[in-house]
């Protein structure tokens, strides 16, 4: 099982990023994604779709349907500047637990 | 607070072995699966394996099955990834993960800071 992203996404301060993970009939699976900042351990963002983590700014939200599952970050701030990961457990596979290539996400 | 400490790490040569170790605190280790994620320089997140809680249970993903053994030790409160015959393509960040399991629906809720291994 694939997941696709996009290698960058630009916005300026204060707009809304949309960053999206690509996987056949996504939709059907739950999706989690993680922010990691240069030289830093990956952080859990969103979980199970849309859930946020304790501590995790309610700025932070997700959707998952059809094929395309987003992680969207409204206002967006300069400290959001990092590489997300989407993430999904798929039991027809060895890999079990698959990553999404990774988007960096530059704030202008 | 949940604190997940890898050591180990370093500099190997290639066909060498390496442990790294994870030490846990801040939760009830017993209570958790446990994992081990890898990150090549300037790449993406890479699944090594999974334990299970009482440690009766390993997963490996497809690539890592054969040269990487995990291991836990629950009165230690620590995990283990022994890492054998390694290659140059095994250099890369190894992070240790606690993992969430749930109905089709696993997840690392906390990592660790990650341990340098360069072969």
């Known amino acids: 099982y694939v997941l696709t992203q996009s290698p960058s996404v630009s916005v300026a301060p204060g707009q809304t990023a949309r960053v999206t993970c690509g996987g056949n009939d996504i939709g059907s699976k739950s999706v989690h994604w993680y922010q990691q900042k240069p030289g830093q351990a990956p952080v859990l963002v969103v979980h199970d779709d849309t859930d946020r983590p304790s501590g995790i700014p309610e700025r932070f939200s997700g959707s998952n349907s059809g094929n395309t599952a987003t992680l969207t970050i409204s206002r967006v701030e300069a400290g959001d500047e990092a590489d997300y990961y989407c993430?999904?457990?798929?039991?027809?596979?060895?890999?079990?637990?698959?990553f999404g290539g990774g988007t960096k996400l530059t704030v202008l | 607070q949940v604190q997940l400490v890898e050591s180990g790490g370093g500099l190997v040569k290639p066909g060498g072995s390496l442990r790294l170790s994870c030490a846990a605190s801040g939760f009830a280790f017993t209570d958790y699966y446990m994992s081990w994620v890898r990150q090549a320089p300037g790449k993406g997140l890479e699944w090594i394996g999974y334990?299970?809680?009482?440690?009766?249970?390993?997963y490996y993903a497809h690539s890592m099955k054969g040269r990487f053994t995990i291991s836990r030790d629950n009165a230690k409160t620590s995990l283990f990834l022994q890492m054998n015959s390694l290659r140059a393509d095994d250099t890369a960040v190894y992070y240790c993960a606690r993992l969430v399991v749930s109905a089709d629906s696993d997840y690392f809720d906390f990592w660790g800071q990650g341990a340098l291994v360069t072969v």
């Open positions: 993430q999904v457990w798929d039991s027809n596979t060895d890999q079990r637990l698959i």
């Open positions: 334990i299970s809680s009482g440690g009766g249970v390993v």
